[in-house]
């Protein structure tokens, strides 16, 4: 079975930017969260869907949004892309949002902000 | 709020050595906790995790982590260190039993390198 799909790998844009990140769960997967990891650091918390709700959200700006389809893939948007926003943004997805729900991971899209 | 530490941001072992990476965390209810691994370029991929039950956790490639309440730790350790043992370790945690979804609180990481 496929794991945890992101796309792009990697993309370059520049300041005031805006981007769109996508990611395909496994499948049966209901769960989607996304992860920002800068580097030398841990992976943050962004954003939990599951059935499509918005089931939590970190401590990032509104310039961060994201939402989920009814086939369950997700999508985060960036708006207004700053220098800091470079990172590595990761993608997990579960069975469902409760917490024995293991989590796995996607590869990550690397994006750099010029 | 639950956070989570880990000591030690570069940790190197001689191949064949004990591996222990430290990890303290802080919740307010009885968490879930769980040690990943990152290798260069990859994204995270789960090693071991602790829900209820055993204290005692194995995982893969030969890791296991025992689960501390009175000292809020889970260390993970690895008897005999390999050179493909090198990599990025995260400890994580996660609100448990009491709610609040499966959101994981990382810590800051622990690179681990393995030499001959």
């Known amino acids: 079975d496929a794991g945890v799909t992101q796309s792009p790998t990697h993309l370059i844009k520049t300041r005031g930017q805006h981007v769109t990140l996508r990611c395909s769960p496994i499948s049966g997967h209901k769960s989607v969260s996304w992860y920002q990891q800068v580097l030398g650091q841990g992976p943050q918390f962004i954003f939990q869907?599951?059935?499509?709700?918005?089931?939590g959200r970190g401590n990032f700006p509104d310039r961060f949004s994201a939402r989920q389809f009814p086939n369950y893939s997700s999508e985060l948007n960036v708006n207004a892309l700053l220098l800091g926003d470079s990172a590595l943004y990761l993608c997990?997805?579960?069975?469902?949002?409760?917490?024995?729900?293991?989590?796995?991971f996607g590869p990550g899209t690397r994006l750099t902000v010029l | 709020a639950q956070s989570v530490t880990q000591l030690g941001s570069h940790v190197s072992v001689s191949e064949g050595a004990l591996v222990l990476l430290r990890c303290n965390y802080s919740s307010s209810v009885p968490p879930y906790l769980f040690w990943y691994v990152q290798y260069p370029n990859q994204g995270l991929q789960l090693l071991l995790k602790y829900t209820t039950g055993a204290t005692l956790v194995k995982g893969i490639n030969g890791f296991e982590a025992e689960f501390k309440k009175s000292e809020t730790s889970f260390h993970l350790t690895k008897p005999s260190a390999h050179m493909s043992d090198a990599a990025e370790y995260f400890c994580?945690?996660?609100?448990?039993?009491?709610?609040?979804?499966?959101?994981?609180?990382f810590g800051t990481g622990t690179q681990l390198k393995v030499e001959l």
């Open positions: 997990a997805s579960s069975l469902a949002w409760t917490g024995y729900n293991e989590q796995f």
């Open positions: 994580a945690v996660s609100p448990g039993v009491t709610g609040g979804g499966n959101k994981l609180t």
């Open positions: 869907y599951y059935e499509k709700e918005e089931r």
